[in-house]
């Protein structure tokens, strides 16, 4: 809390200047306190495009309206060799319909950026960075990629058709057990297991990017924030720092369900996948987002400085304790207290679901070093056994 005093402190301060005045100030006052510096930074930016939310882009607008002319008359409409059936869903990004392909006579899912985006660099690169992270990636949670192209001057991505409800519905709606959580939250880590395994971090885990079928399979959607990993397994600090925040005064990505050196604009790795795991898994056993707060300041404040609540038992399981450690690892502000890989939190999952799962050499999560306990503990057991044995039988 005196960290956040800090900074609660100087950003007021900077807000009573004028902006070209702001700079000088803060350098001056954070002048050995470079992280200091960046949360000030990183909450007076948040506050500036949380004051010019209600002023919509004229370029989304126009996204928007776009989509929505084409509701009447979508169906029979071609975009290369794919003949358009009805919508599916529209964002301030792109388009999603649902599409027949007439080479195999399939259906696809066909995601379009509407002709009035593809001269914004920005945009265009992000549903290009997209195709490419997809292309990439072939996992049985994560949405089939079929192909990328370009038709009349319109941009789309075909991929897998994917029937079901997305997660948030699901959350909103029904009363999930624990071992429909912990079934979940399997499938997510083992996906982003694949995908990191590929250099690939996905950046916007969330429950509306993710859809539950029938059977209860999870299939991962939406890599329009993906992000290639360095060989070090590190993406770099410019760049996510500005994506966190986009041109049109919204959050790319959900502020709920980022990480703090995500929201610093710090170096970030895979280990920011694995925060909004925890946030997920919290939201999907509370009805409720572990750090949400009344503004985007007050969200940020809690992510960087607050622990989460306790999470109330979801049943009478024995292993609800097992779940709630799992999470609190997950959303460690640290992330080198975090679970290192998702391997080790897929193993952890695992074993609360009551799975038999293979130990994870060096595990930093909460069965890690219960594990190696355990296996001292049962080898000083049986070498005592084979004294008493010895004595007794030679005496």
């Known amino acids: 809390m005196k960290r956040w005093s800090q900074v609660e402190r100087l950003f007021n301060q900077m807000l009573g200047l004028p902006p070209s005045e702001r700079k000088a100030f803060l350098e001056k006052a954070c002048s050995r306190d470079e992280d200091l510096k960046n949360e000030v930074e990183s909450l007076l930016e948040y506050h500036q495009r949380a004051e010019s939310f209600i002023e919509i882009p004229a370029m989304e607008l126009e996204a928007r309206e776009l989509a929505r002319e084409k509701l009447e008359d979508v169906s029979g409409r071609q975009i290369g060799p794919y003949v358009l059936i009805s919508l599916i869903g529209i964002g301030g990004m792109a388009s999603v319909y649902r599409a027949r392909d007439k080479r195999s006579d399939e259906p696809v899912a066909l995601k379009l950026l509407p002709r009035g985006l593809t001269a914004d660099q920005y945009r265009l690169r992000r549903f290009n960075r997209e195709a490419k992270a997809l292309k990439r990636l072939a996992h049985k949670n994560i949405a089939k990629f079929y192909e990328a192209g370009e038709s009349n001057g319109q941009n789309y991505i075909a991929m897998e058709l994917v029937e079901g409800r997305n997660l948030e519905e699901v959350v909103h709606n029904d009363r999930l057990s624990q071992a429909q959580i912990l079934r979940i939250a399997i499938q997510v880590v083992e996906a982003l297991k694949s995908a990191h395994a590929h250099k690939i ?39 996510l720092s500005l994506e966190s925040l986009t041109r049109t005064g919204t959050v790319v990505g959900t502020v709920d369900y980022m990480s703090p050196e995500q929201i610093r604009g710090g170096e970030v790795d895979h280990r920011t996948d694995l925060f909004a795991v925890g946030v997920m898994i919290y939201q999907m056993s509370t009805g409720r987002l572990p750090f949400h707060g009344k503004s985007y300041g007050d969200t940020i404040r809690r992510i960087l400085d607050e ?68 296996y001292w503990v049962f080898a000083a057991a049986v070498l005592l056994t084979l004294l008493v044995l010895w004595i007794v039988y030679s005496g």
């Open 201 to 239: 971090m996905h950046r916007d885990i969330k429950p509306s990017n993710l859809i539950i079928g029938e059977s209860g399979e999870v299939t991962m959607l939406d890599f329009g924030l993906a992000k290639a990993l360095t060989e070090s397994g590190v993406s770099s600090k410019f760049d």
């Open 307 to 374: 622990p989460p609540g306790r999470m109330p038992r979801v049943g009478s399981d024995s292993s609800q304790g097992d779940l709630e450690r799992i999470v609190l690892t997950c959303l460690r502000k640290d992330p080198s207290n975090r679970y290192q890989s998702a391997e080790e939190l897929l193993q952890d999952l695992r074993i609360a679901a009551g799975e038999e799962s293979d130990p994870v050499e060096g595990g930093s999560g909460p069965w890690g070093e219960g594990k190696r306990k355990f």
